[in-house]
């Protein structure tokens, strides 16, 4: 039997995105750029598992110098001090990725990026930048976050009577989700590495402050 994509090679395994048999170079080429491939495919977890160092490395490097906010230095201690805030911050973003599956890699970072480029103009030059974007797929995770960054700012308000949260801690937990987002997406077009690591963290029913005891040591470890 020929390939179900390209009807030239021997198919060899099942692919649950064509509801047919593939042959592997298709299946390799193929993973999460024209496939919609479901999360539990064993051939996608496989692939997951053995991404190498060296292609984290490069993801990194190209990371760094196009949109990671390279200037932004985010020290251990900070991750210590703001667990809480990292993992409400993630909540948000498997919250908006439950809401809508059709979400991928690239819009969760797409919307981190905005809203960090304007806590990073707020940051710099106390203006508040609203960053202009017609996806409403974007414009819904990024209210999601920023209702995050207010219940955490009245939660500190209710508890210590004021609320210490700067705009540079947001700034700065934001860019942390979005190199965590470079670091475990595939970089393809469909994929859903990252999302399916937060969605992991946080059980169906629960929330940022019953998921944080669980989710918080592994969720500050890309």
């Known amino acids: 039997m020929a390939c179900a994509i390209c009807e030239e090679r021997k198919e060899k395994r099942f692919c649950p995105a064509v509801h047919g048999r593939i042959c592997p170079q298709c299946c390799g080429e193929q ?3 024209t496939l919609d491939c ?11 598992e053995h991404a190498t160092e060296h292609a984290h490395a490069g993801q990194a490097a190209e990371l760094d110098r196009d949109s990671s906010f390279p200037e932004v230095e985010i020290a251990d201690q900070f991750l210590y001090e703001r667990e809480e805030l990292i993992v409400g911050l993630s909540f948000a973003l498997a919250k908006s990725a439950r809401a809508d599956r059709s979400l991928r890699d690239r819009d969760l970072m797409a919307a ?3 809203v960090a480029k304007s806590y990073e103009t707020l940051v710099n030059s106390s203006l508040i930048y609203e960053p202009q974007t017609a996806n409403l797929a974007h414009q819904s995770i990024a ?19 004021h609320t210490r949260l700067r705009d540079s801690d947001v700034l700065k937990a934001l860019v ?10 595939s970089g393809r077009p469909k994929s859903r590495a990252f999302v399916d690591f937060l969605l992991a963290q946080f059980p169906e029913k629960s929330s940022a402050l019953a998921g944080a005891e669980d989710a918080g040591s592994r969720i500050v470890i890309p």
């Open 112 to 114: 981190l990026g905005s």
């Open 176 to 185: 942390f989700l979005l190199r965590m987002g470079f670091a475990r997406t």
């Open 38 to 48: 479901p999360s539990d495919c064993p051939y996608l977890q496989q692939a997951r």
């Open 143 to 161: 209210r999601e976050v920023e209702m995050m960054v207010r219940e955490f700012r009245d939660a500190e308000q209710k508890h210590m009577g």
């Open 31 to 33: 993973r999460e750029v």
